[in-house]
């Protein structure tokens, strides 16, 4: 990544055009239980050139909120009720399937959790590479199958004429992911999605993955989504994060910032329930209680308050803007920040009660600093 | 690594459990044999928690299921306190294995779909005729036990609860046979992280009420760490290094455990860490394991004796042990930031 | 990235959604209450699967109830009567060339269609269940053994097989339910031992053995519970397939001895004068029709559900 060696680029300075600005973004689902909000009114923007990180818990809305950008949420009970996407100045939500797929492989591209399921079974990998390099590019077979070759090459895979002639299921799992990696940048891409592109790999090989795709990212001049759940991916590796929960950005900040000044409880929560291994053994860790939100009905308050340490009446009837009262680069959505004035005053209130307002038990958080 | 011998093993009373020369081998096509387990020792001890850390393929789940006998090893002994469970009739074997309890990866798999959690807890009770008109109460005491109240789960089905309640209620049914150790195969690589660290903490809760041993498989060295006393890295079947968990985080002697160790994700931006080797790393086939020391095709640091001798199991200090002909130096490791930004 | 592979990702999408659908509130385990479930379950099912269930309740109910019912004797022969078209009153289905009543014959059929179909795909279930789940659990010679038997009766002529049976064993109610079982055998073979061998690796098996299960156990309380799901909705199929197979024995004269009425029996004592009197034909043909294709719309639907619960892997 090209960024990380420098801060990232606050939102507020103009010297780079935002490639991709998603504006109170809602993706729904007609249930039996009613209406399901898994993205309910996200709004992001995403520099040319720069990698954010969207990262979240099973049912936070991030890989709905990535499948959205690129149009494939495909469900007869889906529905949009909302807000914008626009690519490259382009509205492209509005545009019907058949011209958003126009915009797959050159434009935009994604890179999948599962390689095993993301590739053909029974075609060779050299023969998945040239299709795509045949179809969206118009290219000669003889021309593509160079090009496999050099792609499976610059992926850092060995012997790429050897393995062009492989199956998928010859392949061990960093391999296949460095194959599907090689499909989605066959076409020069833009704007390049990861969603969960380590998490069925080793921790060895993950790390190599990532690597890779910084490398790529850097040489070829990509703007990039990293979904994951691993707070820890994305730590060294991108500009800026988002952080999700039940279809809402909670905070959003400079990589760096958002580690360093925390302000949303569950964001607090979520860097400190990780062990890590500097931290001796035994610690204890730092857990949510409860269970992910329930994400049918209307929102009353802050979906977040029934698992809060901070909870207090108002975020059980007010829902919390997301707002940048400090920086103008870094937004939250909390009624009593973590770190600040309110926040504190709220929590001492909570442990001096033994609950919270919404009826948890402080005896079942594990509180920091307190 | 592919480190073999003894030494590391410890003669004291209060050990619970003796691996040795454990063997596991599967058969494969063409009538060859895949070794999952190619000869590895180790022991706990009563109240200890040794953890098992290495990548998929390494045969950490398959030694954790060999030490239940399911299946049986191919070679080797097992001992629990004493007993040699690979010598037990069959009908011995299943007193003993109660003593043993495991709980697995996907607690939705762990929990019959068609049972509700009262009964499927309570199972251990029946089949051994241990329950006296108290199982209710018992099942309701193990439940609370584990954080869960009775009223609200007791009767519903697994698929109408969510990840950590499975897990929970699968800790539950271990625990009701009140074991004396515990495997643990990879219990929260399934789940999201808040809910892993309440599973973590449990397990640490209830280790410390009951004194429970245990042996916890993962392949996340950092959650292996946090909650193990010692730890043992595997490799293709072999054991590489064996030593309490600060050691192997802060003065890890194999060069496997070293890069496992580059490659754990930091949550903090501060520290940029790449991983040395610029090759991919490539686990070589079971099928058919490189001679000698079994990392050696991915080790910075292999030489000609590597491949022609397989490394023994020595002594680096106390209770910390490599098989390797060219352990790291003892220097300790030197990170670009101390302390981690969360805390 | 390929359009192909971008089509073939889109099932995901819904789907990773499921999951918080079903998480309940409250902090410490509210689901779904079971109530509600189960009634939006049935409604689920659709209006097809109620209709198909509907024409199977009124055709199992008369056939268990037909002694009680004012029905005229099937056997009776009517000779003021004779051959007269559906609407006449009193035989509000018309009658046969012999005058006999064909609502009253129909309904009796009915009976002994049912009597020797649900009888044979017990023996199925019970025999073909059994061989499978020991064949899927047990693996080895076992399996070997029993699946081989199951491919060899599965490739002879199904037909040739039951009149190959009857005509040795002599045509007789039990003797049709004894070769129909044989039929059905195979079918809850592969079945169940395709079940078995995918609840046989689910760790709530190890688990059971772990806590001291013995293999007895392990089949019956763990296993069983898991497979009655498939093979009952497989059951449906099985039956409406004997039935046609009973239909056809009985046409060509091996299954169910006359004076008893089938609804094969029926159909072919009505093809000589199928020109002349097509009803005598069609009525048990219509009854016959609706019947199997309301158990193949069941069968499919409960299939189909329990494969979207993901009960049966």
Redesign the interface.
Same mark, same amino acid.
């Given at each position: 990544m090209t960024a990380?060696t420098q801060p990232a680029a606050p939102d507020t300075t103009n010297d780079r055009e935002p490639l991709l600005v998603v504006d109170d973004w809602k993706t729904y689902?007609k249930?039996?239980?009613g209406l399901?909000r898994?993205v309910d009114g996200v709004s992001l923007r995403v520099d040319a050139g720069s990698t954010i990180g969207l990262v979240g818990?099973?049912?936070s809305g991030k890989?709905?909120l990535s499948?959205s950008i690129?149009g494939?949420?495909?469900?007869r009970?889906?529905v949009e009720p909302g807000g914008t996407i626009t690519y490259d100045g382009v509205v492209i939500n509005k545009l019907s399937p058949k011209e958003r797929?126009r915009y797959?492989?050159k434009d935009m591209?994604?890179v999948?959790q599962n390689p095993m399921?993301?590739?053909?079974p029974v075609l060779t990998i050299g023969r998945?590479l040239t299709?795509?390099l045949t179809?969206h590019l118009g290219m000669s077979k003889a021309l593509a199958r160079a090009r496999a070759v050099e792609l499976l090459e610059s992926v850092?895979?060995?012997e790429p004429k050897k393995r062009a002639d492989e199956f998928p299921h010859q392949l061990?799992?960093?391999?296949r992911q460095?194959v599907t990696i090689a499909?989605?940048l066959s076409c020069n891409p833009r704007l390049l999605l990861a969603d969960e592109p380590t998490t069925a790999l080793?921790?060895?090989?993950?790390?190599?993955i990532?690597?890779l795709l910084d490398e790529q990212q850097s040489a070829r001049d990509m703007t990039m989504i990293l979904v994951t759940?691993?707070?820890?991916?994305v730590?060294?590796r991108t500009d800026t994060v988002a952080v999700m929960y039940a279809g809402k950005i909670v905070e959003i900040a400079p990589?760096?910032t958002l580690?360093?000044e925390?302000r949303h409880p569950y964001a607090?929560?979520?860097?400190?329930?990780?062990?890590?291994?500097?931290?001796?053994?035994?610690?204890?860790?730092?857990?949510?209680?409860?269970?992910?939100?329930?994400?049918?009905g209307e929102p009353k308050g802050c979906r977040f308050a029934?698992?809060c340490s901070y909870a207090q009446e108002k975020c059980l009837t007010e829902q919390p803007p997301l707002v940048a009262p400090e920086r103008p680069d870094h937004s939250f959505a909390c009624w009593f920040p973590v770190g600040t004035k309110p926040g504190q005053e709220a929590l001492e209130r909570n442990l001096s009660a033994g609950q919270t307002a919404a009826g948890?038990s402080m005896s079942?958080m594990?509180v920091?600093g307190a | 690594m592919a480190g073999s011998g003894t030494a590391h093993l410890r003669a004291d009373d209060d050990v619970i459990l003796r691996v040795e020369h454990l063997q596991v081998e599967y058969p494969a096509k063409a009538g060859l044999k895949v070794q999952a387990v190619a000869g590895i020792s180790f022991d706990i001890r009563k109240g200890e928690t040794l953890g098992f850390v290495g990548?998929?393929g390494c045969g950490k789940s398959t030694t954790g299921r060999a030490v239940l006998q399911l299946p049986s090893p191919t070679a080797g002994s097992v001992l629990v306190q004493g007993k040699d469970l690979t010598k037990l009739s069959s009908r011995d074997m299943r007193r003993e294995r109660t003593r043993l309890q495991m709980i697995f990866q996907d607690p939705m798999s762990s929990l019959n779909p068609r049972r509700r959690i009262r009964d499927s807890i309570r199972e251990p009770l029946t089949i051994w005729g241990r329950d006296r008109g108290d199982g209710r109460q018992k099942v309701d005491q193990v439940l609370e036990q584990v954080g869960l109240d009775a009223a609200v789960v007791g009767d519903r089905f697994p698929s109408e609860l969510?990840g950590?309640?499975c897990q929970r209620i699968a800790i539950a049914r271990a625990l009701i046979m009140e074991p004396a150790l515990l495997i643990c195969d990879e219990p929260v690589s399934a789940l999201? +992280?808040? $809910?892993?660290?309440?599973i973590?903490?449990l397990l640490?809760d209830l280790k410390e009420q009951y004194g429970l041993s245990m042996m916890f498989i993962a392949?996340?060295?950092?959650?292996v760490?946090?909650?193990?006393?010692r730890v043992a890295v595997m490799y293709l079947g072999k054991l590489c290094e064996i030593a309490d968990?600060?050691t192997i985080?802060k003065r890890p002697a194999h060069p496997y455990t070293r890069?496992?160790?580059?490659?754990?994700?930091?949550?903090?931006?501060?520290?940029?860490?790449?991983?040395e080797q610029k090759?991919?790393?490539?686990?070589p086939s079971p099928l058919n394991p490189p001679s000698g020391c079994r990392f050696r095709t991915r080790c910075p640091r292999a030489e000609a004796v590597c491949a022609a001798e397989e490394p023994q199991f020595h002594k680096i200090t106390d209770g910390h042990y490599v098989a390797c002909h060219f352990p790291l130096q003892e220097t300790p490791m030197v990170?670009t930031s101390?302390?981690? +930004?969360? $805390? | 990235?390929?359009?192909?592979?971008?089509a073939?990702?889109?099932p995901q999408?819904?789907a990773?959604?499921a999951?918080?659908?079903s998480?309940?509130?409250?902090?410490?385990g509210g689901a779904?209450p079971a109530k509600r479930k189960s009634r939006?379950k049935l409604k689920n099912l659709g209006v097809l699967f109620w209709l198909a269930a509907g024409w199977l309740a009124v055709v199992g109910l008369s056939a268990i109830l037909a002694p009680f019912l004012p029905l005229v004797d099937p056997a009776a022969q009517n000779y003021d009567a004779v051959a007269v078209p559906p609407g006449t009153p009193g035989h509000l289905l018309g009658t046969d060339s012999l005058g006999r009543d064909l609502l009253s014959r129909a309904i009796f059929g009915a009976r002994i269609s049912m009597i020797v179909t649900l009888s044979a795909v017990a023996i199925g279930i019970l025999v073909g269940g059994l061989l499978g789940m020991l064949a899927g659990y047990y693996r080895g010679w076992l399996e070997k053994v029993i699946m081989a038997a199951t491919d060899a009766l599965m490739a002879f002529p199904a037909l040739v097989l039951l009149l190959a049976l009857m005509a040795t064993l002599g045509s007789s109610v039990r003797n049709l339910v004894i070769g129909l079982g044989i039929l059905g055998i195979p079918a809850f073979v592969r079945l169940t031992r395709a079940s078995t061998l995918v609840y046989a690796q689910r760790e709530f098996v190890t688990a059971a053995k772990s806590i001291g299960a013995l293999n007895r156990r392990v089949l019956v309380r763990e296993i069983v519970p898991n497979l009655i799901p498939a093979v009952g909705a497989y059951a449906f199929i099985v039956i409406a397939l004997l039935i046609v197979a009973e239909g056809s024995l009985s046409f060509l004269g091996v299954g169910v001895p006359p004076p008893a009425s089938s609804w094969g029996l029926m159909i072919s004592e009505g093809r000589d004068s199928l020109r002349t009197t097509p009803w005598i034909t069609f009525i048990p043909g219509i009854f016959m029709f609706l019947t199997v294709l309301s158990f193949n719309l069941a069968g499919d639907r409960l299939r189909e559900e329990n494969d979207n619960k993901g009960g049966n892997a």
């Open positions: 990380t689902f249930t039996a239980g399901l898994a818990e099973s049912g890989t709905i499948r690129l494939l949420v495909r469900s009970r889906k797929r797959w492989g591209a994604m999948f399921t993301s590739l053909n998945q299709e795509v179809l850092g895979i060995p061990s799992g960093g391999m460095r499909i989605a080793d921790v060895t090989v993950q790390a190599q990532l690597d759940h691993d707070l820890g991916v730590a060294g990589t760096k580690f360093t925390t607090e929560a979520l860097m400190r329930s990780i062990p890590t291994m500097d931290a001796p053994n035994h610690t204890r860790l730092f857990t949510i209680p409860g269970r992910p939100a329930q994400l049918t029934p698992r948890t079942l594990t920091l | 990548e998929s969510s950590g309640q999201d +992280v808040s $809910v892993q660290a309440q973590l903490n640490e392949h996340d060295l950092a959650v760490k946090n909650i193990s006393d968990a600060e985080a890069e496992l160790i580059n490659a754990v994700p930091v949550p903090d931006p501060s520290i940029r860490r790449r991983s090759a991919p790393a490539e686990v990170r101390a302390e981690p +930004v969360g $805390v | 990235m390929a359009q192909s592979r971008l073939g990702e889109k999408g819904p990773s959604v999951d918080p659908s998480a309940g509130a409250g902090p410490n779904v939006s």
